[in-house]
């Protein structure tokens, strides 16, 4: 069940999904189960010609073929270690004058106070708990846990899995790996990467990767 489900002045717009990889699957089938009206979804090296009956429209210069004011873009880009082209993307769009749709799954559970950014996406079986706030265009992934009072910043990453423990800081562009654990009051700096199964147990540096149990910054 949802404790609350976020409300957004256009999530009554029809949607166009960029992308047309992994991740926009997940997202295309979220929206369905959802009932939300999808377009079709953008994708220049698309494999598919549809997925779950939702056409590929072309390429992403489709996208500026619709007014901005009459629908909602989905950022179906996922990412592994770097969100750049992601932020890239979300960026690029909204200096078109396109908005970004919240997508929640409806097995997410998030406390009645969290604070979701434009265009994050929530997927199947997280758990946000009370004071989170989660940034524009990030991504929490499946079954990830987020205890009370986290701030996860613009275009992150949380993988599946992940949990971060009570008042972690998680600054823009950082990607949490697959599994990670991240104990309380730990601060995680810009466009980091934490590993997958990290267990980090101090701050980590803006533009660093931290991985193993301990998490200790990966050297080459």
Same mark, same amino acid.
Request: hydrophobic share 45%; glycine share 14%; with cysteine.
């Given at each position: =069940?949802?404790?609350?489900?976020?409300?957004? /002045?256009?999530?009554?717009?029809?949607? %166009? %999904?960029?992308?047309?990889?992994?991740?926009?699957?997940?997202?295309?089938?979220?929206?369905? =189960?959802?009932?939300?009206?999808?377009?079709?979804?953008?994708?220049?090296?698309? /494999? &598919?010609? #549809?997925?779950?009956?939702? &056409?590929?429209?072309?390429?992403? /210069?489709?996208?500026?073929?619709?007014?901005?004011?009459? $629908?909602?873009?989905?950022? @179906?880009?996922?990412?592994?270690?770097?969100?750049?082209?992601?932020?890239?993307?979300?960026?690029?769009? &909204?200096?078109?004058?396109?908005?970004?749709?919240?997508? +929640?799954?409806? *097995? !997410?559970? $998030?406390?009645?106070? +969290?604070?979701?950014?434009?265009?994050?996406?929530? =997927?199947?079986? +997280?758990?946000?708990?009370?004071? @989170?706030?989660?940034?524009?265009?990030?991504?929490?992934?499946?079954? !990830? +846990?987020?205890?009370?009072?986290?701030?996860?910043?613009?275009?992150?990453?949380?993988?599946?899995?992940?949990?971060? #423990?009570?008042?972690?800081? %998680?600054?823009?562009?950082?990607? $949490?790996?697959?599994? !990670?654990?991240? %104990?309380? /009051?730990?601060?995680? @700096?810009?466009? #980091?990467?934490?590993?997958?199964?990290?267990?980090?147990?101090?701050?980590?540096?803006?533009?660093? !990767?931290?991985? @193993?149990?301990?998490?200790?910054?990966? *050297? &080459?």
């Amino acid at each position: =069940m949802i404790c609350n489900k976020p409300q957004s /002045s256009g999530e009554d717009q029809p949607v %166009i %999904i960029l992308g047309g990889g992994g991740h926009a699957k997940v997202l295309i089938a979220t929206l369905l =189960m959802l009932g939300r009206s999808i377009i079709g979804f953008v994708d220049p090296a698309a /494999s &598919k010609k #549809s997925i779950f009956g939702v &056409k590929c429209l072309g390429d992403d /210069s489709v996208v500026l073929h619709h007014k901005a004011r009459n $629908i909602r873009l989905v950022n @179906g880009v996922g990412s592994i270690g770097s969100n750049s082209s992601r932020c890239d993307l979300f960026n690029r769009f &909204k200096e078109h004058g396109f908005s970004f749709g919240t997508v +929640v799954h409806p *097995t !997410a559970i $998030i406390a009645l106070d +969290v604070r979701l950014g434009e265009g994050a996406q929530i =997927m199947a079986g +997280v758990v946000i708990q009370p004071g @989170g706030r989660v940034g524009a265009n990030a991504i929490v992934n499946t079954g !990830a +846990v987020i205890d009370h009072d986290c701030n996860v910043g613009a275009h992150v990453h949380i993988a599946p899995g992940a949990a971060l #423990s009570g008042n972690v800081r %998680i600054a823009i562009g950082a990607h $949490i790996g697959t599994g !990670a654990t991240i %104990i309380q /009051s730990t601060r995680i @700096g810009a466009w #980091s990467l934490v590993g997958a199964g990290a267990v980090v147990i101090r701050n980590v540096p803006a533009r660093a !990767a931290f991985v @193993g149990v301990p998490a200790k910054p990966l *050297t &080459k």
